[in-house]
């Protein structure tokens, strides 16, 4: 099993260290052929307007949108803006590759200093991550919520689509990585 981390932008080299740490075989991905060699993909976190520009810069975005519609993906902060359905705050002409049916809103946790690490709870299981001009979830009532923040939904799932608004990788959380790769098992024994 190969789960690719597109390495456009952001904090790839952390998720790739995160999949590696359980056991599992990580690659970068930046070009359509790469992404045709993966089973499962992770887009990180760093900033969605640069993330969404090289896509469609490298022509990924309509392969991107395939690969979203028949394999599990995990999108966190940047990652979770691309994959969401509908996104308050985007700028002109920002494209995204969608498939999470909820709302966000960009930079609504705020700006670089309001950044914060917080304990989020995995359906009582908590565990710390880092919130980083994270994306709030405004409508998840179409989605599973994962993960929550003093009741707020702040990771999401839907079929095989993963979203979440904080970065796991940062802190050495692992247990949207493990719920992910699982996910990835099973959408390979279908
Ligand atoms: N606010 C950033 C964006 O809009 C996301 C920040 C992050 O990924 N840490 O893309």
């Not at 308050?88 to 002409?93: P, R, V």
């Not at 917080?118 to 908590?126: H, I, L």
């Not at 999401?156 to 050495?172: M, R």
Request: hydrophobic share 45%.
């Amino acid at each position: 099993m190969r789960i690719g981390v597109l390495a456009l932008q952001g904090d790839f080299r952390e998720h790739q260290r995160a999949i590696e740490s359980l056991g599992e075989k990580a690659v970068r991905v930046r070009t359509e052929a790469e992404l045709a060699e993966v089973d499962a993909l992770v887009i990180p976190g760093g900033e969605s307007t640069a993330i969404s520009n090289l896509a469609k810069s490298f022509g990924l975005l309509e392969p991107l949108r395939n690969f979203a519609k028949t394999k599990p993906v995990l999108g966190t902060c940047a990652g979770l803006i691309m994959l969401s359905d509908e996104v308050e705050g985007a700028i002109a002409g920002q494209e995204f590759i969608g498939g999470l049916p909820i709302k966000t809103s960009r930079n609504a946790y705020g700006g670089q200093t309001h950044s914060f690490e917080a304990d989020v709870d995995f359906g009582g299981q908590k565990e710390r991550v880092a919130f980083i001009r994270a994306p709030k979830i405004l409508d998840s009532s179409r989605a599973e919520v994962i993960a929550r923040l003093d009741g707020a939904a702040v990771a999401v799932k839907s079929g095989n689509l993963f979203g979440a608004s904080f970065h796991p990788e940062i802190t050495g959380a692992k247990i949207l990585h493990k719920l992910f790769i699982q996910a990835v098992r099973e959408n390979q024994t279908k």
